[in-house]
């Protein structure tokens, strides 16, 4: 399209789309043909230019098409508003779409620092369900052990059952037998 050999020619008569709403100011902006507009020489962009302020360029132009022609410089400055308000809600999206990265960005590491931390508990809750079927059994091993000596105990004869002093049953003092 920045070819000088490519020409278009554009339609004067304005479409307008069912789904977009109406211009609010289509009184203001008259539709032109390419013929009718100026050539606008803008300098070439370098990487050196800000994004802040992209209308200078623009601005400088304006000033110019005010010295060469007064017909044009309305309709220039009309696009110049336009431009600048498309270029407020731009950045106005870009900023809020940054934001929105931004905290999505912080979601995903907290995300990924609560995952492993659920991997982490889940980890020691295994081991903990492990070690309390280990002390389960262990104790279980325990208890069966110490029933079988009693059995043992009471199954035995009464010559290998030691005798019990009178010291032991009334808590060692010998005044109490």
């Known amino acids: 399209m920045d070819n000088p050999d490519h020409e278009h020619k554009s339609v004067a008569a304005p479409i307008q789309d069912p789904s977009c709403p109406a211009l609010e100011h289509g009184e203001q902006c008259s539709i032109q043909t390419e013929e009718e507009l100026p050539e606008l020489i803008l300098p070439q962009s370098s990487q050196s230019q800000t994004l802040h302020d992209p209308s200078q360029p623009l601005v400088e132009e304006l000033k110019c098409l005010d010295q060469d022609s007064l017909h044009l410089s309305q309709p220039a400055a009309q696009m110049l508003r336009f431009y600048s308000m498309l270029w407020e809600s731009y950045s106005a999206k870009k900023a809020h779409s940054q934001r929105l990265e931004k905290e999505n960005e912080a979601l995903r590491a907290i995300n990924i620092n609560l995952c492993q931390e659920r991997e982490s508990l889940e980890y020691r809750h295994a081991n903990q369900e492990a070690l309390l079927v280990y002390f389960e059994d ?13 059995k043992d105990w009471e199954n035995c004869s009464p010559e290998l059952v030691p005798e019990r002093d009178s010291t032991h049953s009334n808590g060692g003092d010998p005044q109490l037998a």
């Open 138 to 150: 262990a104790f279980e091993n325990v208890r069966r052990g110490i029933l079988g000596v009693l």
